[in-house]
């Protein structure tokens, strides 16, 4: 388990609706998450869960409601917002390393560019952050040479390169072979101990059950259900989300 | 082929007019036709509009008319430079709008997740171009972009006859009209073989290019 979360929140919605032209695909959201805490979001697809974790970075703009980081209001954009993006790791499915760059320069990019870091000390960083996901020797080599796997492990050491306050996983082992996906938890896994404050769009219970201080569930755009994660699984309140587990559960 | 040889001096100094005029205007047309593509696809409307209008105007007037109104029109504005000038820069306004929109097709080729991966670690928009998606998108922009500058060096004739001078075409011009010789071998014999030395040197190098800059996704 977890350092306990404390303090007042980090990551705060509160009201956020969002439309996709007619679909409306957060409804009223209203979500605190708490320094340290790691938040899984689970839920059957189409529920929102993916728009909701790319709102809090606003890759999804929201038409109504509010959300803030570190008691800051999610600027609309401009370089405000980049800059508080670089506060905000991201992480998502499809790794999207830059495909022209070497494993090293990935990590380094951001460091460099937005934090102005030099070149060397961006690239000590971005050897040891690689050395703690298991990567460092492929440190030159181009993303389309590493395994999946290996690629989601170095999309992660480039969000942790920016040093940022929370980190979003947005179904970050969906895209990946099954031998290659307990690489990947086993890092976020590490990442929850060290008292990172986490958002994870995932379909790992095992990874809920290991490392996470809350669930999300939810349905048709609302948050249907929030509960620790063993309360969760074991005695799940609403109907939806009984329903929805006892498909996931049951194989 | 002796009407040609007799007269190598002038096409050999016509070959060296047209590359000054196709050099320094794509000096200018590359980086704006990159300028214009980088509005067309900015988060900012006013930005998108200019880029749009911009395209809009350029490619869709007549080389021709474009010069008339660089030689012509700019002098009526209190612009006063040399016909070379104004030549090139009707040739460079042309051509970007095509630049323009061979390098934004690059662009809508490069997976939209790159770009929100470049946002998501704190680049700005101009960063997230600059650093990100260029790069990505000059791989596939090497062939159609290619195609754009050579016709460029040929269009280069035109901005010769509007009254540049000098350039192999009016060497050709002048030589048979002028001069009394016959058009046919200097038009083939002459000036079009220094136009294919220009465009099949162009086209070696692009493809020299495309291989340098291809790698795997």
Redesign the interface.
Known sequence: MTSRPNGEPLVRLSGVNKWFGELHVLQDIDLDIARGEVVVVIGPSGSGKSTLCRAINRLEPIEKGEITIDGERLPEEGKELARLRADVGMVFQSFNLFAHKTVLENVTLGPTKVRKKSKADAEKRARELLDRVGVASQADKHPAQLSGGQQQRVAIARALAMEPKVMLFDEPTSALDPEMINEVLDVMVGLAKDGMTMVVVTHEMGFARRAANRVVFMDGGRIVEAAEPESFFTNPRSDRAKDFLSKILTH | MSPVLDNIDLFVDGFLTSLEIILWALAGTLPLGVLIAACRVS?IPPLRAFGTFWVTTFRNTPLTVVLVFCAFGLPELGINRSFFFFGVLGLVLYTSAFVCEAVRSGINSV?A??A?????????FT?GLR??VL??AL?TVVPPLGSVVIAMMKNSAVVGAFGVGGDLWSTGQRLTSALGYETFPIFVGGVAVGYLIITLTAGALLQVLERRVA???
Do not use: D, M, T
């Not at chain 2, 929100?116 to 700005?124: D, K, P, T, V």
């Open positions: 988060p997976p997740g790159q929100e991966a470049a946002r998501s670690i704190g680049l700005n960063q650093y990100v790069p990505q791989r790698i795997a996704r």
